[in-house]
């Protein structure tokens, strides 16, 4: 089984060209995935809180930016690196991590106990991350309310967001799953 180089190279020219054509990110586009970029908020590889020319980072609330900054100069104390993995996001990427999920889970209402909506996502408004890997992650949980840093959702061990009061009262208690957010009944 051999694919024909020719055809692949039919492929890459058509995915150029659909990344090219698609302002926005568009995912009008029948069967094919538009590529994600930095400028919609794709975090790179290896991203920090310190990147702050990648706009997942740039364009973060300054607030929470500077928390996590806090917290990865303490981590790094431990010997962990905190990556972003996810910061800010295009609401352009966030339908479409959205549209992914429905893909996977089957159901809008399924799909809405992972990934929000544009509308929704704290990630949109720049008010939230997802960090890794594992063992910083859990770092920040245990010792992330110095910084007010506080995990939100107890099925998302990775999302982070900032409560200025968990300096002094601790962080509040986790829901279960998005679908329990009052924020995600919009
Ligand atoms: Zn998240």
Same mark, same amino acid.
């Given at each position: 089984?051999?694919?024909?180089?020719?055809?692949?190279?039919?492929?890459?020219?058509?995915?150029?060209?659909?990344?090219?054509?698609?302002?926005?990110?568009? +995912?009008?586009?029948?069967?094919?995935?538009?590529?994600?970029?930095?400028?919609?908020?794709?975090?790179?590889?290896?991203?920090?809180?310190?990147?702050?020319?990648?706009?997942? &980072?740039?364009?973060?609330?300054?607030?929470?930016?500077?928390?996590?900054?806090? +917290?990865?100069?303490?981590?790094?104390?431990?010997?962990?690196?905190?990556?972003?993995?996810?910061?800010?996001?295009?609401?352009?990427?966030?339908?479409?991590?959205?549209?992914? +999920?429905?893909?996977?889970?089957?159901?809008?209402?399924?799909?809405?106990? !992972?990934?929000?909506?544009?509308?929704?996502?704290?990630? &949109?408004?720049?008010?939230? &991350?997802?960090?890794?890997? !594992?063992?910083?992650?859990?770092?920040?949980?245990?010792?992330?309310?110095?910084?007010?840093?506080?995990?939100?959702?107890?099925?998302?061990?990775?999302?982070?967001?900032?409560?200025?009061?968990?300096?002094?009262?601790?962080?509040?208690?986790?829901?279960?799953?998005?679908?329990?957010?009052?924020?995600?009944?919009?």
């Amino acid at each position: 089984m051999r694919h024909p180089p020719s055809s692949l190279a039919v492929l890459v020219v058509v995915m150029l060209g659909a990344a090219a054509c698609a302002p926005g990110g568009s +995912a009008a586009t029948p069967g094919i995935r538009p590529v994600s970029t930095a400028e919609q908020g794709e975090a790179p590889d290896g991203t920090t809180a310190f990147d702050d020319s990648v706009p997942a &980072v740039a364009r973060l609330d300054p607030a929470l930016r500077e928390a996590l900054q806090a +917290a990865s100069t303490r981590a790094a104390e431990d010997g962990l690196t905190l990556r972003i993995n996810s910061g800010w996001r295009s609401p352009e990427y966030q339908e479409r991590l959205l549209q992914d +999920a429905v893909a996977k889970y089957g159901s809008r209402e399924e799909a809405a106990r !992972w990934v929000a909506t544009p509308e929704t996502s704290a990630h &949109v408004s720049g008010d939230a &991350v997802d960090v890794g890997p !594992w063992d910083a992650a859990y770092w920040l949980d245990r010792y992330g309310d110095a910084f007010g840093l506080c995990r939100i959702y107890v099925n998302e061990p990775w999302h982070f967001e900032l409560r200025p009061e968990a300096v002094t009262d601790g962080c509040p208690q986790q829901y279960l799953d998005p679908t329990e957010d009052p924020r995600m009944q919009g």
